[in-house]
């Protein structure tokens, strides 16, 4: 029932309203009946002619909350404000509750999805209203208790098919909002793709000459320092580009069977210095051999290296990494758990998204890396840590099915 997300400019809220059979069906469904509404009808006038004061209550009750306050500081909006809210109680009583009925609430949604209204709080305020309105209604019918009720139960219905075209609304926003998002994301990214894909040769070109250089030159010690730092930043650079061109143009993967617990091995081993400088153990769990995955051997090689290289760095002061992988239920779980410093809650949220990173040096890119191959394989991968004791990454890979 929600309305299409592919729109683009002024919401279908502001411009069509529901699907034709939508609000009706609806309708059917809450057995709202033409008696619910003749007796809403019945009951507008005595609404009426309390809405000052109804919408009064409406509103005294908004403000003693502090994020509506904000909104409603201003006088010219209250009062502009209580204006569409007799207009609302109105139409909430007129009995008649067709598609433009409908439409008049997907628009309310809009606007206060326009001006970033948290749900809970104009959902909440449904409930407000009928507690407002229920006493005007039931007082309509003194002696005919079972009238009051029917009364009472029509505006309840009345009151869930308003939320639920609101609720449209909200979708509505948050879709287009998305796709707006994707969209920009997908833009930004493949700006920067060209541009790391332009400075990819240069930076090749000065890193060969330099290199040349430095073997040529007779220099003074502290001059060679400085071509040795410039050449450690066109590294650097190489592997800024290099990730970015991986996250924003990933190449088409070639899969094939292979012996994960080799891949594992050989990336230790790349990695072995580096671990024995940092004072790191490693230790494999898993029995080499065993464990056949159909996967491209590139990219899983890359998760690896991300991987590894973020454990090294949690572990300045030395530690333990616990290189695992099994298999369970068609798949290879593969887990690598550092006893590093740890990842702040509130970080841990965020270390997927792309250019997110705590690192003085790091690109931001790593893990984003390492999820996006590992889903191209329709694999799953978790992180988890605890502050000051180290972080534990999982993931799955399909298993080969031939060996
Ligand atoms: C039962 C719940 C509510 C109903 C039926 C309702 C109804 C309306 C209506 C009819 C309008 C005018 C729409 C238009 O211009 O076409 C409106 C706008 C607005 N509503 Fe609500 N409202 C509700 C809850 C709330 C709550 C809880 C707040 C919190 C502060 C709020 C704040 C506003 C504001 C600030 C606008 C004006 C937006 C603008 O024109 O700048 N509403 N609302």
Wanted: glycine residues 8%; proline residues 4%; hydrophobic residues 40%.
């Amino acid at each position: 029932m929600r309305p299409a997300a592919n729109q683009t400019g002024a919401s279908r809220a502001e411009r069509r309203g529901p699907e034709p059979e939508t609000f009706e069906v609806r309708r059917r469904y809450v057995r709202f009946s033409e008696q619910d509404a003749a007796m809403l009808s019945e009951v507008g006038g005595v609404v009426a002619r309390h809405a000052d004061s109804i919408v009064d209550r409406f509103y005294n009750h908004l403000v003693k909350f502090e994020p509506l306050r904000s909104l409603l500081s201003d006088d010219g909006t209250v009062e502009r404000l209580k204006a569409s809210q007799k207009q609302y109680l109105k139409s909430l009583f007129a009995g008649t509750y067709d598609d433009s009925y409908a439409e008049s609430r997907l628009r309310i949604g809009a606007v206060h999805d326009r001006i970033e209204l948290e749900p809970q709080w104009y959902l909440g305020a449904y409930g407000l209203y009928l507690d407002i309105l229920l006493p005007y209604v039931i007082q309509c019918y003194p002696d005919d208790a079972a009238r009051a009720t029917r009364a009472a139960t029509a505006l309840g219905k009345l009151m869930i098919l308003d939320v639920q075209v609101v609720l449209d609304a909200y979708y509505e926003t948050r879709e287009r909002r998305a796709v707006e998002k994707s969209e920009q994301l997908a833009a930004v990214g493949e700006l920067a793709a060209s541009i790391a894909h332009e400075v990819r040769n240069p930076l090749a070109g000065m890193k060969g000459a330099l290199e040349v250089l430095r073997g040529e030159l007779s220099v003074k010690p502290s001059n060679l320092e400085i071509v040795d730092e410039l050449l450690a930043q066109i590294v650097r650079l190489e592997g800024l580009v290099r990730d970015l061109l991986t996250y924003a143009r990933p190449r088409a993967l070639s899969p094939r069977a292979f012996d994960l617990h080799e891949l594992i091995d050989r990336v230790l081993r790349l990695y072995k210095d580096e671990a024995d400088v940092n004072g790191i153990t490693v230790h494999r769990v898993s029995a080499p051999g065993t464990g056949r995955i159909f996967a491209d051997p590139q990219a899983i090689e890359q998760v690896f290296i991300n991987l590894i290289h973020n454990s090294i760095q949690a572990m300045e002061d030395g530690g333990t990494l616990t290189v695992d992988a099994q298999s369970a239920g068609g798949f290879l779980l593969v887990s690598l758990q550092d006893t590093g410093k740890g990842i702040l809650p509130a970080d841990l949220k965020r270390i997927f998204q792309p250019f997110f990173t705590t690192k003085h040096r790091g690109s931001g890119l790593g893990l984003s890396i390492v999820r996006k191959l590992v889903e191209q394989h329709k694999g799953t991968v978790e992180v988890t840590s605890q502050l000051g004791h180290g972080t534990s990454v999982k993931f799955r890979i399909p298993e080969s099915e031939t060996d």
